[in-house]
């Protein structure tokens, strides 16, 4: 499974951003995308993440308002939509694929590059 992140780059604060994850090498039909980020210095945390069939969606409360998860099944892509971003969402983002829908880790088994994303104030 090859996981492709892009989207990222620099942004004022209150800008938005979308993040894109191509998905190959393997049907989605049982996995869950997720998303996470992280900040230099800091350890990775959870941002979002999707069930893939149902399209049941999780959010971190640090963003849950502001974040959505959406996902096209015809492209095999899941996708970040970032909202009034602020400062403190600077860190690199990763979208990862697994079988379970959770804010842990390990959860996913595969993980794309990261995706670099600066907030400026």
């Known amino acids: 499974v090859q996981l492709q992140a892009s989207g990222g780059g620099s942004v004022q604060a209150g800008d938005s951003l979308r993040l894109s994850c191509l998905v190959s090498?393997?049907?989605?039909?049982?996995?869950?995308m997720g998303w996470f980020r992280q900040a230099p210095g800091k350890e990775r945390d959870f941002v979002a993440a999707i069930s893939w069939t149902s399209g049941n969606m999780l959010y971190a409360d640090s963003v849950k308002g502001r974040f959505a998860i959406p996902r096209d099944k015809s492209k095999n892509a899941v996708y970040l939509q970032m909202y009034r971003l602020k400062p403190e969402d600077t860190a690199d983002y990763y979208c990862a694929a697994g079988p379970i829908r959770g804010s842990n880790g390990r959860y996913y088994h595969h993980w794309g590059q990261g995706t670099q994303v600066t907030v400026s104030s």
């Open positions: 090498g393997r049907s989605l039909g049982d996995y869950a």
